[in-house]
């Protein structure tokens, strides 16, 4: 076995601790495209290398298969993997793989549900709002809502809303939700992205209605309005509500002044992120095969 074919999980799993210990001082937009990179790139390098760590071991039990196997798939010094690696690897392997068609088959289910009965939402006496997405979605509110603020506080709630559809946000939530759910170590990263899409979200509507303070008084309002007894209504990963996540974080950063726009350092930072890993994972790749290194 290469010891370098664990090195692109190990630089992923380290990039998204570092992530989640520091603060980054980037609009909420950069940080939430950096958070969902981060998670990508974690859950897609560590579960590739469980898998390539399997096929080895599979190539080990079965060599004649292995013959059928292309050049790529194979480790580059063709050396058997022992039992205590490659078992565990297979194991966690399937276990991810199970946790993800789970995942995905709950939010589908629960998406649907939604859109075949918004009155469920619409009648509730809860205050909530939700952004639906793709053909048929938009922007629900309950009665409980509409009951509770007024003609601009409203107008606050759909700008923000309209920023989870216009933005596409539950690709985001989508990514995080997979990746927390098949690799529980990024729940954390995962709860970050989640804030990081609210507070974009809350820029959006800030800006949209001109008074950042009328915005960071309904998210208060809308969560005094909601008793911790009150169900949260049918959220899904892929459906936010307006007061999902850090209502504190998120009116404290309201009453503060606007964050810088990032124009330059937000798109370097995010490209510079996503090239250096790819570089290191490809370098990687390539050595494996070219030098033959092994762990020992």
């Known amino acids: 076995m290469i010891w370098l074919t664990c090195l692109p999980a190990t630089l992923a799993l380290a990039l998204g601790a570092a992530l989640n210990a520091v603060p980054l001082p980037l609009h909420p937009a950069w940080t939430a495209r950096l958070l969902a990179t981060a998670a990508v790139m974690s859950a897609t390098t560590v579960i590739g290398t469980l898998l390539f760590i399997g096929l080895n071991y599979a190539a080990t039990l079965f060599p004649r298969a292995a013959d059928r196997l292309p050049e790529w798939a194979l480790f580059g010094d063709d050396r058997p993997v022992h039992a205590a690696l490659g078992v565990p690897a297979l194991l966690l392997t399937v276990l991810c793989a199970s946790a993800a068609v789970r995942i995905v088959s709950r939010w589908t289910a629960e998406l649907r549900r939604v859109k075949r009965t918004p009155e469920s939402i619409v009648g509730s006496d809860v205050p909530l709002a939700l952004a639906v997405p793709g053909r048929g979605g938009g922007v629900l509110v309950s009665r409980g809502l509409l009951n509770t603020l007024d003609r601009t506080q409203l107008q606050a709630v759909f700008h923000h809303e309209a920023s989870h559809l216009r933005h596409r946000h539950h690709h985001y939530l989508a990514v995080g939700a997979l990746a927390a759910g098949t690799l529980p170590f990024l729940r954390r990263l995962n709860a970050r992205l989640r804030f990081a899409l609210e507070r974009w979200a809350d820029e959006d509507a800030a800006e949209a209605v001109g008074?950042?303070?009328?915005?960071?008084?309904?998210?208060?309002?809308?969560?005094?309005?909601?008793?911790?007894?009150?169900?949260?209504?049918?959220?899904?990963?892929?459906?936010?509500?307006?007061?999902?996540?850090?209502?504190?974080?998120?009116?404290?950063?309201?009453?503060?002044?606007?964050?810088?726009?990032?124009?330059?350092?937000?798109?370097?930072?995010?490209?510079?992120?996503?090239?250096?890993?790819?570089?290191?994972?490809?370098?990687?790749?390539?050595l494996d095969h070219a030098l033959g290194l092994s762990i020992l």
Do not use: E, H
Not at 272 to 277: K, R
């Open 211 to 286: 008074d950042r303070g009328l915005v960071a008084r309904t998210i208060a309002q809308v969560a005094l309005a909601r008793s911790p007894a009150d169900p949260s209504g049918p959220s899904a990963p892929s459906l936010p509500a307006f007061t999902d996540s850090g209502v504190v974080q998120r009116v404290q950063a309201l009453l503060g002044s606007a964050p810088a726009k990032n124009t330059v350092t937000g798109p370097v930072v995010l490209t510079g992120a996503g090239l250096c890993t790819a570089v290191l994972v490809s370098t990687a790749w390539q």
